[in-house]
Each structure stands twice: as structure tokens, then as C-alpha cells.
RNA sequence: GGCGGCGUAGCCAAGUGGUAAGGCGACGGUCUGCAAAACCGUUAUGCACCGGUUCAAAUCCGGUCGCCGCCUCCA
């Protein structure tokens, strides 16, 4: 029984669809003003196992992730670098999914975009009037947020509170401070569109409305975002789309994404450690942002350092060094006793408890010991074995889409990215490991220890198989 | 100031009433010419601290301290 941590109710709740069998999500994306960065890339990764799962569960799933295509930021941009908004967003979109699909992110029924759902949000703000619970003002038309009862529900605010928190912005057009924009008049050189308030561009909130709307109805079971996300966003989104329709709860579940922190800081445009996916994916293999995205509990702050990616490289390296070994012997007679079935009822039990990813892994390295074991004990795994192993491993990977690459192709890529960042070349090194053969079999130790420490002090480790071959790897630190 | 979260070994991290998964690292051993990898063993008599409830608490309750997030655009 799957449960799920509701931001909205504040509890962990048994998941129960509106429509049995069915499952519509919403997820807020990415405004397309620069190149998506870490962040970015847990949210999308976080609700795509959450997608997955829900697949895996035999839910039929509607998943709707948006881009913010029309926004000040955007306009800000367009405006300081004289490139259309179109050509920026086009530019952002096309490279968010260019790194979504390197991390193995589904692409969600639909990617809908703000600017393509105007219509739409014109229409719910006119409704919104209707209803008392927004006002023009000049050419622009506010949320009256004291109008609607249950403002604050979700991100459990008083709206007192948050008057007193003074860091709302005056503007002499908004009866209240707290008021927030669903349509804003035109300036010079902005965006437009016509609206019965004259020419202008949609308030942020109100984009996500109009498209979940469209997609999902009025109601619909999955909201997910940041953190960040939860308020104001999310809380004007809820307050906007319940005093539209009427009906509440507007989403059903809220799930929002812990942050990503920078060497135990926070990640952000101030500080100027922004990490961009462009940039990770350089120089981590894929696979390995995923894991280290997933070994965390979604909901809990991750903190990004060279130490913790090197500890997913190392962790998944041990993996796929197993896997391969176990792989590349020789068909034989014999099933390691493999507690496969096991790990698969715990893998489930997991992600059954709010998606805890994290409690999963531990039960896939039992295997790899075992594994080991098996293998050094000079056993030999029967064909079926093998496939069965297989056969489990993508049956968990279709949820978490890590742990089934081609071990012999991880490994391998790893030590071509690896080669790289090396002083040295590849032939540079197999000269260095023929000549020690060369020593050892005269054995004169002296030299190839001393060739071994050359290759180390290189980021080179060497392995001399038992058949008299001598592999190498790339450790750096 | 208001609201919320967190504090488990050197580091990361599961575990929400039944006696501390797992990964990285470290140390000892096996293997090896020596290493590396792998395997075996050790590495938290204790889960921030103090009280309380219970036969039983990391887990529930109360308090204390510390860290963090949100309240402003942000995944």
C-alpha cells in the first residue's frame, strides 16, 4: 500500500486516486530563462521515480510538467542580451530536455507552455471576478486573497503572519500588500497579448492553474514542486484554481522536493555556486548523478560535494565491477543463493513509504557480497542464473533507472572519461604496463613496483589478474 | 518575530515501539613477489542532551541545546 507524505494535510496518507486505477500529476518545471542546474534536475528525477512507480503499481498516470516560457526573468534577459523571449525559452526548453533525457527522465504526457495556454488563463481569471475574488486595477487584475477563506491551508500560514512579515511589496494598485497579480498590464517592449484589461502578460501562478486544468480537470490527485515552490506558488495556485471552481481540494496529495546544497550551502544565483546539468553531466556519468540524486530521501536536503559524488562513483563501481565479473564467467551448474525476491519485496516496501529510495540500495549490495563470495569461491553460475539476475535487476530499474547498464560499458565508459583528465595517454600507459611485464617475469620487482608508482601517482591503479594479464582502472579522489 | 524541518559511527545514510541496513573511509586477516580488486573480521553497549510513558523507545510525550529552510524570484 502505497503512502505519501501530504504536504497539504501534513501527514503521511494511504495514496487513493479520485478515479480508481487513474493517477493525474501535476509537476511545476522549469522557467526557461538559463540553463537548468542541479535543482532542476532532483525535482525532475525525484517525480520521475514517483512516475515510474506509480507505472510499476499499474496505475494509468497523466503527467503534466509545464515550462514557464513567460516571465520577468525571461524578459530581463531578452532585454540585457537583445534575443527574442522566443529564442531564449526555445533555446533553455531544448537543452532542459537534452539534459532530462541524458538522466534517463521520462518525458511526461504532456510539456505544455504558459504562452500556449493564455486563452485558458484569461478565462479563469474572468471567472475569478466573477466570483468576487479578484479585481482590475489599472490594467492589471489582482487575487484579493483575504476574500478567499482557506488562503494559507497549504503552506499553513496565517495571513496575519505574513502581514507582519512586512516583506511584501507595496504597490498602491493592490488593495492589500498580500494581493497577487493574475494579469499584468503591458510596458513597452514586453510580451502581449490582448485581454478584456487591455494588452498584457499573465501573473505567474495563474499559467499553472489554466494548464493543470486543461490537462488534468479541476481536481486531480498529484501536485509535486520545490519546497520553494509551496509558498507562494503553490498556495496562490491552490487559492486561485479552489476560488475558480468552487471545489477543494484542488490537488489531492502535495509533494514537494527537498533542496540541493552546495558543500553544505545553499544553492543560489547570490552566492554564485550554481551548478548547471550542462556542467555535471561533463563530468559525471549520468547514472551516477542519478544515484546520488536518489540516495536520499526526496524530501530531505542533499548535499552536493566531491565527496559524496565520489562515494556514489565508488558505491556504483563496485557494483558493475561485480556484475561484470559475474557475467563474463564461464557458464556453469551452479544459482548463487541470491536473496533476489527478497530485495525486490523490500525494494517495494520502500518505495511504497513515500518513495524512500534511499532504503532500497542497501538491499542490492547484499547481493553483490554474495555475488562475490560466489565468485571467489570459483563457482561457476548456470545461463539462467545470470539471466535471472538480469531479469531482477530491470525489473527494479524500471522504477529507478540506475543499476541496469551494460557493467563491461559503465566500466569502460568510466575509463574513457577518466583517460581524459589524465596526464597520460592510453598507449602511454599499456607501454608502461608491457615493459613492467617485462620486469616482473624477469622479476626484478624494483622496476615494476617502481612503474606501479609512476602509473599511481598518475591516477593509474593497476591489477594483475591470476591469468597474467595486468588490467588498470583510474581512482581519483 | 511567525511557520516548518532536522540532529543515528570519521563521512553519507536507512530504520517511527521489540533490542542499530547499506555505502564511502580506516584498521587487522586471507589472497598476491609486493600491490590492487574481492572475501572474512573490527570500527555506535548506543541513535544531540535531560526527564517522562511502557515489560520494551533512535522510534511516543515534555523540556533544553544546536543546525537548516520558508515567510522575497528560486527546483
Not at 506558488?233 to 477543494?248: I, L
Not at 558505491?315 to 530485495?343: S, V
Amino acid at each position: 500500500m502505497l503512502k505519501l507524505y501530504n504536504t497539504l494535510t501534513h501527514k503521511k496518507e494511504p495514496f487513493e486516486p479520485r478515479e480508481s486505477g487513474k493517477v493525474r500529476m501535476y509537476v511545476c518545471g522549469i522557467t526557461a530563462y538559463d540553463e537548468c542546474h542541479l535543482g532542476h534536475a532532483r525535482a525532475a528525477v525525484v517525480f520521475d521515480v514517483v512516475y515510474r512507480y506509480l507505472k510499476f503499481l499499474k496505475y494509468d498516470v497523466t503527467y503534466i510538467r509545464n515550462f514557464t516560457d513567460v516571465d520577468d526573468k525571461i524578459i530581463k534577459k531578452s532585454a540585457d542580451t537583445g534575443q527574442s523571449c522566443e529564442a531564449i525559452t526555445a533555446k533553455y526548453i531544448q537543452s532542459y530536455q537534452e539534459q532530462m533525457t541524458r538522466l534517463r527522465v521520462l518525458a511526461p504526457t504532456e510539456e505544455p507552455r504558459a504562452t500556449q495556454h493564455i486563452k485558458e488563463m484569461v478565462g479563469l481569471i474572468e471567472r475569478l471576478i466573477a466570483n468576487g475574488l479578484a479585481y482590475a486595477s489599472g490594467s492589471d487584475v489582482f487575487f484579493e486573497v483575504r476574500k478567499f477563506r482557506g488562503y494559507g491551508k497549504l503552506s499553513h500560514k496565517k495571513i496575519d503572519d505574513l502581514e507582519s512579515g512586512a516583506r511584501v511589496e507595496i504597490d498602491e494598485k493592490k488593495k492589500d500588500p498580500l494581493d497577487f497579480a493574475l494579469w499584468k498590464g503591458a510596458k513597452p517592449g514586453e510580451p502581449e497579448w490582448d485581454s478584456p484589461w487591455g494588452k498584457g502578460r499573465p501573473g505567474w501562478h495563474i499559467e499553472c492553474s489554466a494548464m493543470s486544468m486543461k490537462y488534468l480537470g479541476e481536481r486531480f490527485d498529484i501536485h509535486g514542486g520545490g519546497r520553494d515552490l509551496m509558498f507562494p506558488h503553490h498556495e496562490n495556485e491552490m487559492a486561485q484554481s479552489e476560488g475558480v471552481t468552487g471545489k477543494a481540494p484542488f490537488a489531492k496529495y502535495w509533494l514537494h522536493n527537498g533542496f540541493v546544497n552546495i558543500n553544505a550551502e545553499k544553492m543560489s544565483k547570490s552566492i554564485g555556486n550554481i551548478r548547471s546539468m550542462p556542467a555535471i553531466l561533463a563530468q559525471w556519468d549520468p547514472e551516477i548523478v542519478r544515484y546520488f540524486l536518489l540516495s536520499n530521501h526526496y524530501a530531505s536536503p542533499l548535499d552536493f560535494t566531491d565527496e559524496s559524488m565520489t562515494n556514489a562513483r565508488e558505491a556504483l563501481r563496485r557494483f558493475y565491477e561485480t556484475l561484470n565479473r559475474f557475467y563474463q564467467t564461464p557458464d556453469g551448474a551452479e544459482t548463487p543463493a541470491l536473496p533476489l525476491a527478497e530485495t525486490e519485496k523490500v525494494f517495494q516496501t520502500s518505495l511504497d513509504d513515500d518513495f524512500n529510495t534511499a532504503a532500497l540500495v542497501g538491499g542490492l549490495f547484499d547481493q553483490i557480497r554474495i555475488l562475490n563470495k560466489f565468485l571467489d569461491e570459483g563457482r561457476r553460475p548456470t545461463a539462467a542464473a545470470k539471466k535471472e539476475l538480469v531479469a531482477g535487476l530491470q525489473r527494479i530499474s524500471a522504477v529507478v533507472a540506475i543499476f541496469d547498464a551494460d557493467p563491461a560499458e559503465f566500466l569502460q565508459k568510466q575509463k574513457d572519461q577518466g583517460i581524459q583528465k589524465l596526464a597520460l595517454s592510453e598507449k602511454q600507459i599499456n607501454d608502461f604496463i608491457t615493459e613492467r611485464k617485462q620486469a616482473r617475469l624477469a622479476k626484478n620487482w624494483q622496476r615494476s613496483d617502481e612503474i606501479r608508482d609512476t602509473l599511481a601517482s598518475h591516477n593509474v591503479v593497476l591489477k594483475d589478474n591470476p591469468d597474467g594479464t595486468t588490467g588498470w582502472e583510474i581512482k581519483i579522489a
